[in-house]
């Protein structure tokens, strides 16, 4: 499906720069100065920092989302004047020439790339439920949207650093939370300068998704990160509880990175009878010691804990990644988002 214009700003540029400029008054109105006056109730005054975790997120979230569109709607009008002189080669056929000759770049891929992406993509859903015949076009498509989105993020991305875009509007900063220790033993190194915590939902396939980004972190980081695995199985998918179950207690014996991966992989088969002997097979696991563990109460409550912790941190999806007690800001999925997180700059 093609975009409109206003889909693809609403949708695109809703990224966050790394370079906002504005007026020091913008900043005594930030509602998140953690000591902020939010309200008064029988002439006692309340401060951000006393509600709980998760209102406070909720807050945030909803100031942060008016930054991001006060900005994505700076950046639209930044690259309409900019693309002005050249609209006249806009056609059916390329809707998108203006920008291109303004950027002086291809959005359409070349046919390696198609051919490359339909073998990557070849399981999904979307793409199995088209036409053989139409597949290649929906592939050209899609990668033609993700060029342009990406050339037009770092246009604007440039303009902004540079002072040509200037957003008067203060970008929030998410507040810092105490989160408590789980129980479940930490990937990593325990004594790193960075604690990222993850709250996870084995039967969800995001969750899956974002597996192979942890594997890529930790492996480039590893020697930076602390990786806490937390339980945060989701109402709707009936067979997570007792993943999360079988992952911790394969923790218990020392093999949590390899449960985490294992249970992804087999995320498809998790309600058939037998998975988990599989799986303790597979992890060369003690069966006794699995089978009471995953049965036993104290393992649930474990679990329980974790998902109270979560709620406790305004955590209502899966995954949900918190680095330092702060809530990862961009997309966790990308490790572009990562690398710009533990490559730059010292975390506050």
């Known amino acids: 499906m093609r975009l409109s214009k206003t889909s693809f700003f609403a949708s695109v540029f809703l990224i966050s720069a790394n370079v906002h400029i504005r007026p020091a008054w913008a900043v005594e109105q930030d509602v998140f100065q953690q000591k902020s006056q939010i309200f008064q109730i029988d002439g ?58 303004w950027l002086n770049q291809k ?11 339909l073998e990557q993509y070849k399981d999904e859903k979307q793409l199995q ?11 050209e498509r899609f990668l033609t949207s993700q060029k342009r989105a990406k050339a037009l993020t770092e246009a604007t991305d440039r303009a902004i650093e540079k002072g040509d875009i200037v ?12 989160i408590s220790k789980g129980v479940q033993a ?4 325990s004594k790193s300068p960075v604690r990222v915590v993850e709250f996870t939902d084995f039967q969800c396939p995001y969750c899956k998704k974002f597996s192979a980004i942890t594997g ?32 911790f207690c394969a923790s218990r014996q020392g093999k949590l990175s390899e449960a985490k991966a294992w249970v992804f992989d087999a995320q498809s088969r998790l309600a058939e009878e037998k998975i988990y002997s599989d799986m303790g097979k597979s992890l060369k696991l003690n069966a006794k010691e699995f089978d009471v563990c995953r049965s036993d109460e104290s393992t649930a409550r474990v679990i329980e804990a974790d998902i109270r912790e979560g709620e406790r941190l305004g955590v209502s999806g899966t ?8 809530r990862f ?3 966790p999925h990308s490790m572009d988002a990562w690398d710009a997180l533990l490559a730059g700059p010292a975390l506050r």
Do not use: M
């Not at 002189?85 to 920008?99: D, F, G, R, V």
């Not at 995954?319 to 702060?326: A, C, I």
């Open 107 to 117: 959005f359409a891929p070349t046919t390696a790339e198609v051919e490359k992406a």
């Open 167 to 178: 957003v008067s509007l203060r970008r929030p900063d998410a507040p810092t939370f105490e």
């Open 44 to 101: 006692k005054s309340y401060l951000l920092n006393e509600l709980s975790p998760s209102d406070q997120n909720r807050l945030y979230e909803l100031d942060l989302n008016r930054f991001r569109s006060v900005e994505g709607l700076a950046r639209q009008r930044y690259v309409e004047l900019k693309t002005a002189p050249h609209t006249k080669l806009n056609s059916q056929a390329n809707p998108y020439a203006a920008e291109e000759k």
């Open 319 to 326: 995954p949900t990644v918190f680095v330092n007690g702060r």
């Open 329 to 331: 800001q961009g997309d």
């Open 129 to 139: 439920q088209l036409p053989v015949a139409e597949r290649g076009q929906a592939v």
């Open 186 to 189: 930490a990937i990593g190194e």
């Open 216 to 247: 890529q972190v930790l492996k480039k980081y590893g020697s930076k990160i602390s990786w806490e695995v937390r339980h945060f199985p989701l109402s709707f998918h009936k067979e997570a509880r007792a993943a999360a179950a079988a992952v």
